[in-house]
């Protein structure tokens, strides 16, 4: 096979996982197994799979609430993660975050975030901090379309592109914001302006194109890993389901959902490996060994025990409590 | 209106006001698809867009554009969609809206109403559940409402709506589903002024917000058991019904307050420190340990106040 | 005389009223008469008067720490002005606020700010509401070049463009913040292309030639009353002194600081009309009117009353008091 | 080191700190040009600007980067300027810093310094002064820090900086020139222990910061006319020395708080209702009315707190 196959078939893998993942956690939340509510990215896959194959396990990840599929991209564990969800002993956080607030420090997962765009100055400190210990690892800040009318965005921008920081910002637009269709609350030509109006070169993506975000993702990790300063990367992409667990998103035009699930990235990227002569069954097996993982991973959450009601007060501060 | 929900309560109140003066309007993320509690369900339609502004996500611009549009005569509605979020319009809140009036000598008018809907619910983790009304006591220049039930939530939109001053309102968002019964004519709250929810003379407790249920099921409680108690929901935390909770503390001797914030450096300690400066008395508090709110069923309901905890507190109380 | 030196030798007027009130004041401040620290703007005053000279009276205008100029040109009495920065009974705020914080709604001054970019949300709310009592008034947003790397910058531009609100946005770019040379600390193209990319059109001008200012606004401000939506000018200008009235800054270069003397917006302008033909004594005449005036109401505020002791209780509310 | 400022002390241990460690970092506006109080004085010129970081007026990037940049494994200080200025910073500390330990279950060591010189100090009014230590004290996950000393700023300082946790630091800038004696090697602060300022059974008195030195004249007048207060600095407001307090007040049966911040809902109130909810005690307490701070000498000096405040509270609580 040939190694742009074994590529995309990798990244398939991830994505498929991805929402395996989330399928599964879904059902789990409406089977009233997951408390608190999830946000699903569901049709967005291609962006986290297509970015994070770039980065490095040392490379640092910040991400938002819609953070399961970064997180596994970036290659957290996944049971610990379906624990997370559940609440249970042993997940990624002890139980004490939930889906909103899921971080793996051993993955450079440092965490989802429950504020938007709360994670670009996090971001941004970090690589400063990486600078300063002279690493060559980047940080990577994903955060929605949203995120951008936050002051963060204009000074986290700023304060990256003035320092020359090794950070990757990506803008996952999916074209909404909660129940808000962005394009209604946003002013100016976008993302990528705003970038380069701030000394931040952008870069604009279908996001919905697995391999086009990889290719255009690994250019710009090159850049901000030989200390050209960060980049932005602005990926075009659709939610397919709605804002939460919670949310039939039946307000949506019905027309334009129907024209989002003929360009589902996971059916997109399987029709490209089909023609590069990937057989069906090898695709198939991707989405059955998915979901076959994350079964058996919300099973055993399900039973798992909970944590010890004495955690509730660790952890609150170090070693000065 | 009979049964009616929190929710819908304060909905119908500033349907009421809207209706009564055009210059009173709506700010905030997704309002116009009716709030992210339906507290504005209809509102787009009945008033159109000029009134029922769906904002950016920029919350410093949501707070300080509702001041700077009141200070032209105008009578915005602020919605914060969640209390965390207010964390990102601080400065607007703290250093604008509350000390504007003062600062410039008596000149502006901030006629701002702030939603927050606050506290614990449906394990909603460290960044969604906060409880800090507390903080806001301590902040001269605004008026600090956390209204427990249908009637006092809507009587308290309608003075929130109707004052110059800035009235910060705390939507108990573990209540909205909560029922009773209102007023077609919804008159407004009487900021400061307490209301007597159970009377008893074994034990003074007061209470406020998602917590006064849990107090009312205490009180009932206790009562099972012969003990009565002075049942107070203080409705508003600045100013506060301050004669109300002594009159009772005199009568009694004993004092908790239960609230489902931390317990440490809450409004609470205020109430216990004014009382216990001016009268004999043995107090105790209930609340949230100095922890952030865990998602984790089991971890929350370690921590948070039930009304287990407030029995068992009130018989320590009773026993010393 | 002609129309325009009419106009121009209104707006000297004014500037030689600016300069004068703060030279005494912080002649004032130095002989220990007023409490607090002063932010001069010396040499900026072409900025405040060109601007403010197309500003009708029911028009708002926000602005920063920096605001004796913007006030006076906007109409505020500088009689009260002074007794308020002696923090005595009848100053524009009752003494309560002192410099940074001069408001006098009577003449749409909606007040100096200690907060950098504080003004901005403000300013876009009071223009909502403007529109939204259908009103023809616009508002007037001063701010300095280092605001733009405050969040609310952003926030506040897209919020104009986007309600399409009657807001004039004007960056007094003195090049400095503080102590702190603005280009450090600023990445990109800087304020108009930030502007832009939030859907605000800029303009940018030589902030020192008064006249420049004048016909620059007078065109935005036609085209924001009009309802074309917010502008923004970009005004470069010079702080002629430090940052507070106890700052020397010693630390500048001196020949920056002289070639910014041979550009003094005053000289300037002074030769502009000696040039169309205004006789020297009239020119000298406005600055000795202006000195005497600022003098007098110096005199006047050092042995007015303090305000009754009272009085600090009262106004923290209204009429829930 | 005898007789430096306090100002000087703070310099001189970070200056020992970040000798020490080169992980240690400043970042914040104008610290290149030493700090607005020259406490970074002569600090660009020994680390360079890679350590000693002048930002740009980005508030919330300041508090956030800090935050981020310690995930890895730096420890910044962050210099918020003035107080009132983190207000522009409040999700980052509030919503982040404060919660991420405990939110990711233990896995972030969010050590970061938070610097934030409060209080009146030169007619600063309303938008430069304000004293809301108590509000930092009701949040979980940070330590909180008051001195009022050369030698307890210096040790706070040092404390601060070696601390896995995030330590606020409330420098008082009201006492930036008190002057005092430093060791040379300075050790750090035990947070949570009061300073015992004056020894006597008449009256428990417990105050902290820019209140500190009044409290001290206070007793001080006091003592002179016969009367023997036991003094306490908290030093710490989270932890605090709630054992001391207790203890003192056991013995002497009368508390006094006094502080700077507004009374109502201050950290005042936790400490007199922690005491009451313990011992049998008359008790009061001296703050700032609920007023924003004015700018005008006489009205200022109307409403801020002095030794002649105290003595008369004091003397009322005698009289009782
Ligand atoms: C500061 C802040 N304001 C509001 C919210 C509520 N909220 C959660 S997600 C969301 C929409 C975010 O949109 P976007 O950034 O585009 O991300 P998406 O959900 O589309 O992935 C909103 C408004 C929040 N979490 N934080
Ligand atoms: C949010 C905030 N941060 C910091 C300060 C302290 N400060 C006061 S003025 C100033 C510089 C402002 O520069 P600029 O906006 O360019 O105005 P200029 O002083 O040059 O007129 C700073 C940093 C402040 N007042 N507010
Ligand atoms: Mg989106
Ligand atoms: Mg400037």
């Given at each position: 096979m040939a190694t742009n196959s074994a590529r995309l078939l990798a990244l398939l893998g991830m994505m498929q996982r991805i929402r395996a993942f989330e399928e599964t956690a879904m059902a789990g939340h409406a089977a009233g197994e997951v408390p608190g509510p999830l946000h699903p990215s569901i049709g967005q896959e291609a962006v986290a799979a297509g970015v994070c194959a770039n980065l490095r396990i040392d490379d640092r990840l910040t991400s938002n609430h819609r953070g399961h599929g970064h997180a596994l991209a970036k290659g957290a564990d996944a049971a610990r993660m379906m624990l997370e969800l559940y609440g249970r002993a042993g997940g990624s956080c002890g139980g004490k975050g939930g889906s909103m607030h899921i971080a793996d420090f051993s993955v450079g997962m440092l965490g989802a975030n429950g504020v938007v765009s709360g994670g670009i100055p996090i971001a941004v400190g970090a690589a400063q901090g990486l600078q300063m210990l002279g690493s060559d690892a980047i940080?990577?800040?994903?955060f929605g379309d949203g995120a951008i009318n936050r002051g963060p965005f204009l000074e986290g921008l700023n304060w990256a592109a003035l320092y020359r920081l090794p950070v990757l910002f990506v803008c996952e637009d999916n074209g909404v914001a909660a129940f808000t269709a962005t394009a209604s609350v946003t002013a100016g030509a976008g993302v990528a302006a705003?970038?380069?109006?701030?000394?931040?070169?952008?870069?604009?993506?279908?996001?919905?194109?697995?391999?086009?975000?990889?290719a255009a993702t690994a250019a710009l990790v090159g850049a901000v890993r030989a200390g050209s300063g960060p980049r932005l990367l602005h990926a075009r992409t659709y939610r397919l389901t709605g804002h939460t667990?919670?949310?039939?998103?039946?307000?949506?035009?019905?027309?334009?959902?129907a024209a989002a699930r003929d360009n589902d990235p996971i059916t997109r990227l399987e029709a490209v490996l089909r023609a590069e002569g990937v057989a069906q069954a090898t695709l198939d097996a991707l989405r059955a060994d998915a979901l076959r993982e994350m079964a058996a991973l919300r099973a055993t959450a399900h039973v798992a025990p909970w944590p010890d009601a004495a955690t509730a007060f660790a952890d609150v501060i170090g070693e000065n409590a | 209106m009979p049964n009616v929900t929190l929710a819908e309560a304060t909905r119908l109140a500033v349907l009421q006001e809207m209706r009564r003066d055009p210059r009173i309007w709506v700010l905030g993320e997704d309002v116009a698809r009716g709030g992210l509690f339906g507290q504005y369900r209809g509102f787009l339609e009945e008033f159109g867009e000029r009134r029922i502004v769906s904002t950016p996500i920029s919350e410093s611009t949501i707070m300080g554009a509702g001041l700077g549009a009141a200070l032209v005569g105008t009578r915005p509605i602020i919605e914060m969609r969640i209390f965390d979020f207010v964390m990102c319009a601080m400065d607007e809140l703290v250093n604008q809206i509350a000390k504007i009036r003062y600062m410039f000598g008596g000149q502006a008018r901030p006629a701002v109403v702030v939603r927050m809907p606050h506290g614990i619910w449906r394990n909603s983790a460290a960044q969604h559940s906060q409880m800090l009304e507390g903080w806001f006591a301590h902040l001269p220049g605004v008026i600090v409402c956390c209204p427990s039930t249908p009637a006092d939530a809507a009587a308290t939109m309608v003075a929130a709506i109707r004052s110059d001053d800035p009235v910060l309102v705390f939507d108990p968002k573990n209540l909205w589903g909560a029922t009773g019964d209102i007023a077609d004519d919804i008159a407004p709250l009487e900021f400061g002024r307490a209301r007597h929810a159970r009377h008893g003379d074994a034990l003074t407790?007061?209470?406020?917000?998602?917590c006064m249920p849990l107090a009312e099921e205490a009180a009932d409680a206790l009562a099972a058991q012969g003990i009565s108690v002075d049942l107070l929901d203080l409705r508003t935390l600045a100013p506060w019904d301050a004669d109300a909770v002594l009159a009772s503390a005199r009568r009694t001797g004993r004092l908790l307050v239960a609230h489902e914030a931390v317990t440490t450096a809450g409004f609470g300690a205020e109430i216990v420190a004014h009382v216990a400066e001016r009268v004999a008395v043995r107090a105790t508090r209930v609340g949230f340990p100095s922890v952030p709110i865990p998602f984790s069923p089991p971890l929350e309901a370690a921590l948070r106040v039930d009304a287990a905890k407030i029995v068992s507190a009130a018989r320590g109380l009773l026993a010393t």
């Open positions: 940080v990577c800040c994903m705003r970038a380069e109006s701030l000394g931040v070169p952008a870069t604009s993506v279908d996001g919905n194109d697995a391999a086009a975000v990889d667990s919670t949310d039939a998103a039946g307000w949506r035009a019905a027309d334009e959902v | 407790m007061v209470s406020w917000s998602a």
